[in-house]
């Protein structure tokens, strides 16, 4: 069954009306028909099972058969602080982290990051990386599209995350397993967790100790072997998505 999104002032008592882009997708590209039943999510906790009543030119009109609590999202916010990498990297990591449980990502200009952005680039990019999250948000049934936000510096990047629970940050020269079996073991449900992750390169020392001194990070380790930038936020959203996980 297809899922769409819409905002929630597009949720009435009884229909929702769809509009944009999903209205093409839904006529010429799936060629659905009025009475075929959809999922819809209006970014919160609710999905609404509906079927098709109407297909207008500009808007479709879903009618709402049944609501019930979603239960796909995971109980933490995960933010991704991702070090900008080469070549198309970022919309494999976006397409990846989306379908992870990722609440928000953040790109981040670090000092070793080989890719600038200017004004104009950036925005095409980031319409480019939105329509990534939207189209992972619908294929792994998310109730709303995390956001991909503008490209931060680093510093930028450790005061946003300053509002967060917990920061990890890993790190080549980070202590051992241990310490961060530890760390994250005690991340609780219900706490917002910032994973920042180098670009290729990784990150400078002096980027670490400004994100555990102004951002109150913690350094982890992902064991001995060197995992490419692309590799190392899916590990850790991997892992926190296991420990988070609702039965």
């Not at 939105?130 to 931060?152: L, N, T």
């Amino acid at each position: 069954m297809y899922l769409f999104f819409v905002e929630p002032a597009q949720v009435g008592e009884k229909e929702i009306i769809i509009t944009g882009s999903d209205v093409n997708h839904i006529k010429n590209v799936l060629r659905m028909k009025p009475e075929e039943t959809i999922l819809i999510s209006s970014g919160e906790s609710l999905e609404y099972t509906c079927y098709i009543r109407e297909l207008k030119e500009e808007e479709i009109i879903a009618h709402i058969m049944y609501v019930q609590e979603s239960g796909y999202e995971l109980p933490s916010r995960l933010y991704l602080f991702q070090g900008l990498p080469k070549s198309d990297k970022m919309e494999v990591i976006i397409q990846k982290a989306v379908e992870l449980g990722v609440h928000e990502i953040i790109p981040v200009a670090s000092k070793r990051a080989v890719v600038k952005l200017d004004a104009r680039k950036e925005e095409k990019k980031r319409t480019r990386w939105q329509a990534i999250s939207e189209s992972a948000a619908k294929q792994s049934k998310r109730m709303y599209v995390p956001e991909v936000k503008k490209v931060m510096s680093f510093s930028q990047a450790v005061e946003y995350a300053g509002q967060l629970d917990v920061v990890l940050v890993p790190y080549e020269l980070a202590k051992g397993m241990g310490e961060t079996r530890e760390i994250i073991g005690k991340i609780k449900k219900g706490q917002s967790v910032g994973i920042f992750i180098g670009p290729e390169g990784g990150f400078e020392e002096a980027e670490v100790e400004l994100a555990v001194e102004k951002g109150n990070a913690k350094a982890i380790t992902l064991g001995k072997r060197i995992l490419r930038t692309e590799t190392a936020g899916l590990t850790v959203l991997s892992i926190l998505m296991f420990t988070l996980e609702e039965e």
